[in-house]
């Protein structure tokens, strides 16, 4: 109808699990992500990388299977800088 995609099947952007541990902390952070790539859901991945101890081999092969390769690159650039970095899609 009006020639607009309903169904984006090819997309895989939400998980559901009763057990909290089935999602890990890389998925949780790409899901985060494709929910919407603002300052706030980058700021919510911040936080969880920066408090959770996150297989960064795990994190970079999720974000090659979402495609958000570049977008987890630039969150770990921010938290290896330690924020001194000049972006603006980053919190000051």
Known sequence: MFNLQCLLTRN???HYSEDLKAVSPAE???YTLLIDDDTRHR????LLLRHVDVDEGELRDQ???YGLKDEIDAL???LGARGDVDD???PE
């Open 12 to 14: 895989r952007y939400y």
């Open 28 to 30: 949780l952070c790409c």
């Open 43 to 46: 700021s919510y991945c911040l």
């Open 63 to 65: 974000a090659a299977k």
């Open 76 to 78: 770990l650039q921010f």
């Open 88 to 90: 603006d899609r980053f």
